[in-house]
T-cell receptor, first 112, second 114 residues
Framework: QQPVQSPQAVILREGEDAVINCSSS?????VHWYRQKHGEAPVFLMI?????EQKGHEKISASFNEKKQQSSLYLTASQLSYSGTYFC?????????????FGKGTRLHILP | GAGVSQTPSNKVTEKGKYVELRCDPI?????LYWYRQSLGQGPEFLIY????????DSGLPNDRFFAVRPEGSVSTLKIQRTERGDSAVYLC????????????FGPGTRLTVL
């Protein structure tokens, strides 16, 4: 089952914060976050493998609530370079190197 | 170093024709994945190789789709009797296979079936 992302789209001004949510109806072993700019390939942001895990990547961080089968991606003090479509992906096996089932994406547009 | 490369970058074909899409992985990456992406959608899993063998082909939509990786490096996705619904960007991704989880995506092949 494909994970559900919300919101579908976000428009922010530079410097504002955003939260992108990802939820699944199936038990999760891993959550993967990728960003894709228009006309380009998806680029890896981070993977969360354990319930309760939180990770940071500069001003982009994420959390994974295994019991609720949810993950959230946090973008703080957004920069113009953050614009793009963010995909969460879920893994249903206890392996980091497994197929990813991606959501439909959240389009983020940062205005100067 | 060189990233994942895919050829051709664009392929236009007619309904009913056969096409082959090629993926050259990052050197040393043992895991290779094929996805396809339609406009406004996330990548859709097709097949996953670990070395030469297909570890998971559950995403192949039907028996018109087939993929090989004979020497554990280059992979070819083959589509027989193409249909208009096959039009999409076909993405290849590879990973070292060491448990890190990061997949490195190629630029994709845009397939258009007329």
């Amino acid at each position: 089952q494909q994970p559900v992302q919300s919101p579908q789209a976000v428009i922010l001004r530079e410097g504002e914060d955003a939260v992108i949510n990802c939820s699944s109806s199936k038990a999760l072993y891993s959550v993967h976050w990728y960003r894709q700019k228009h006309g380009e390939a998806p680029v890896f942001l981070m993977i969360l493998l354990k319930g309760g895990e939180q990770k940071g990547h500069e001003k982009i961080s994420a959390s994974f609530n295994e019991k609720k089968q949810q993950s959230s991606l946090y973008l703080t003090a957004s920069q113009l370079s953050y614009s793009g479509t963010y995909f969460c992906g879920t893994g249903i096996l206890p392996l980091a190197d497994d197929k990813i089932i991606f959501g439909k994406g959240t389009r983020l547009h940062i205005l100067p | 170093g060189a990233g994942v490369s895919q050829t051709p970058s664009n392929k236009v074909t007619e309904k009913g024709k056969y096409v082959e899409l090629r993926c050259d992985p990052i050197s040393g990456h043992t895991a290779l994945y094929w996805y396809r992406q339609s406009l406004g959608q996330g990548p859709e899993f097709l097949i996953y190789f670990q070395g030469t063998g297909a570890a998971d082909d559950s995403g192949l939509p039907n028996d018109r789709f087939f993929a090989v990786r004979p020497e554990g490096s280059v992979s070819t996705l083959k589509i027989q009797r193409t249909e208009r619904g096959d039009s999409a960007v076909y993405l290849c991704a590879t990973s070292p296979g060491t448990g890190g989880g990061e997949q490195f995506f190629g630029p994709g092949t845009r397939l258009t079936v007329l």
